[in-house]
């Protein structure tokens, strides 16, 4: 016999959940623009398809990056995950290997153990390849177990975890997540019930069985349990496309598209899509947040910003749900830098401000990029550098100092970057600017192009696609020292506690430079959360809606981090940070560039000297 009533509900909720995943992999892929699909048709039968398989298998499967975090929450998720997608694939080759076919209806291995007990008279006959089945499935099925055992714990023992908040559940995911806590509870008692009067189980469902059935009707109990197990699969089907576990599927689609070449966009389109689906709410993100960590304002978060536009499909509600909570946001990266989806999470959340916000038109007056000879680097100081004129002057010093051949780009008149108005969402604006920018520079036929400003470097890198070589200041200066082009005087016993501004950390992984710099002035002492999990200096040009309170109670936590060693001084690497600091800090805060100019045997006098490009 191969089929009975009880499997009609969850053959329902199959054939339900794969017709959801059909419509929307459809429209996804769908509006993914034409030379992108070009792109997948060209990497699909290339190594880049391994890569894809790999990544599947080390984050979705067995779940590397948790493990690396908390090695308890790593097992959690890969025991769910691996476990059960283990169980599946046991369950297809136990169930064939008893039918000795491949034309298995898809019910069957789900629901084997009851139909092997109406196929085979008893006593079974017991071989050694179904007993190596049978004890396989007990074991993955324990495997599952215990991480339901501790997706319960978890509820309430989080720092076991190595979390001090997680996500709250909307509708849908108390549905998914209660289906999902009884599936594997159901599955054991129905197997294990029937176990008990056929003994086709191994060491797990025989011994359960058999202890049940000493206080418990076995045999009446087994049918009406296998009824139950198919309704909480029915119900976790159903419910799992609008809830946060839709991220187990859309997760492999994104990583497949990812290894193909395919590149967060400035619109949100079939694979910003994807991202925005892929993120599974796990609450890594939660402790991460500064601004959540400051005034427990949670929807700015991802996971709760992802699940507002995934609620609300049609344009008009996104924008009123999230318009505000998009502009909110630091982009400080450090919810990135955790996810263990490798979601692009500040590249998502400006595509969807992008799609929520106004069209300004804007313009603007231009400096004269002109000089009477070709310099060998050019300086842009930016916005921030122009608001910090003890940075940029400390730049020039130490420019002349190497008799360094340069040109100061905006010194007469600074020029925004463009990526202010590119975290806005607007996107015209800033590739306008961008171009004319971009004449300047290339005009000048210089062979590099040095940035005090973080915000700066992350664009020209990223952006504007230049031919010549972009440095952050931090990066020349080190290499200046490296070739003896600067000569310092002794290096001090000064402890200076450096911070890693958000865009030259996390944002382009330059960590090594400004701390080889600093070592040559004095001594650095690393504060509690710094590299790649430094904290947001508060002041990111990222948030546009941010309360000014939370902003300095952000600030006010970094400081704490960064002086509880009581250093000499904070040193930073970018003038918005600079300035976002002093106004707060106990001690005194300094650019590297301020630190090193102070350190030079001989401190030129500023601007006009022959080393300098004359300004026309």
Known sequence: MRFDLFVLPFTIGVAYFLLQLIIRYSNWIYSIPLKDKYKIGRSIFSLRTLSAFKEIIAESLLHISIFKRNKLLGYMHMSLALGWFLLIIGGALESRYYSGTHLNPPYYPIFFKFFLAQEHAFPFETYSLPNFFHIMMDALLLFVLSGVVLAWVKRKKKKWFGMHKTTSHSTFDKVAITALWFIFPLRLLAESFTCAE????????????????????????AYPFWWLYSIALCVFLIALPFSRYM????????????????????????????????????????????????SQEKDVIPAYFFRDYRAKRNITRVKQIISKTAFECLECGKCQEVCPVHIEVNNVRTAVRAQVTNKYPLQYAFPNPKTSRKPDVIYFAGCMGHLTPAVKQAVEGILRHAKVNYHFLDKNGSIC????????GQYKAAQDLMMKNKEMILHLEAK????????????????????????????????LLDEKKITLKTASNSAIAYHDPCELGRGTRVFEAPRKVLQQVGTVVESEEHAENSICCGGSVGSIGLASQTKRDITLQALHKLTVSQPDCVATACPLCKKTFAKLSPVPVKDIAELLYEKLEIIEEPVGKKYVVEHL
């Open 448 to 479: 590099t192009l040095v940035t005090s400003c973080p915000i700066c470097y992350k664009i020209f890198k990223e952006e504007y696609r230049l031919s010549l070589e972009i440095l952050h200041h931090s990066e020349y200066f080190s290499r």
């Open 417 to 424: 970057c463009g990526r202010p108005m590119s975290l806005a």
């Open 247 to 294: 991220h187990i599927f859309t997760e492999v689609l994104f990583i497949f598209f990812k290894n193909w070449g395919i590149k967060t966009r400035k619109t949100v389109s079939g694979f910003e899509k994807m991202q925005i689906y892929s993120c599974s709410r796990c609450g890594l993100c939660v402790d991460a947040c500064p601004i959540y960590a400051n």
């Open 198 to 221: 056929t003994g086709l189980g191994s060491f797990l469902t025989n011994s359960v069985g058999n202890f049940l059935n000493l206080f418990l009707p076995a045999s009446a109990l």
